[in-house]
C-alpha cells in the first residue's frame, strides 16, 4: 500500500489486513472454508461531500488511472463473486476495486 504521512496507522493497517488474509485463508483452507477480502480505492458514497470541502469533493477520485471515483455497486460485484461459486478455486486473495491503481507494486 502507498503511505502516507498524514495516515500512517491507517496505510499499515491495510497492510495487516493483507497478511491476515492469507495467514487466515491457510488455517482454514482444510475445512473447507475459502478466506479472501475486497480493498476499496476511492468509492463514491454520502460520507464524501459530508466529510471533505468541496475541493475535494470536486477532484476525489480524479486521481485513479480510469479518472473517476468507484461507485458502491462496483465494490458490491466484487463482494458477490468471492461468495459465488464462480469463485470457488480463490482464497487468500484480496481483490483491489480500485480503479485500476498498482497498489502492491
Not at 57 to 80: C, L, N, S, T, Y
Not at 90 to 99: D, L, P, R
Request: charge should be neutral; glycine fraction near 10%.
Amino acid at each position: 500500500y502507498q503511505g502516507n504521512p498524514a495516515l500512517v496507522d491507517y496505510s499499515s493497517t491495510k497492510g495487516a489486513i493483507v497478511s491476515f488474509t492469507r495467514a487466515l485463508s491457510n488455517s482454514v483452507i482444510d475445512r473447507g472454508i475459502r478466506v479472501n477480502a475486497v480493498a476499496p480505492g476511492p468509492i463514491w458514497t454520502p460520507l464524501i461531500p459530508a466529510s471533505f470541502s468541496a475541493d475535494k469533493v470536486a477532484k476525489f477520485g480524479a486521481d485513479v488511472p480510469m479518472k473517476r471515483p468507484g461507485q458502491p455497486h462496483e465494490v458490491a460485484a466484487a463482494v458477490i463473486f468471492l461468495a459465488c461459486e464462480d469463485s470457488s478455486y480463490i482464497s487468500g486473495q484480496t481483490i483491489h476495486v480500485n480503479g485500476g491503481e498498482v497498489v502492491n507494486g
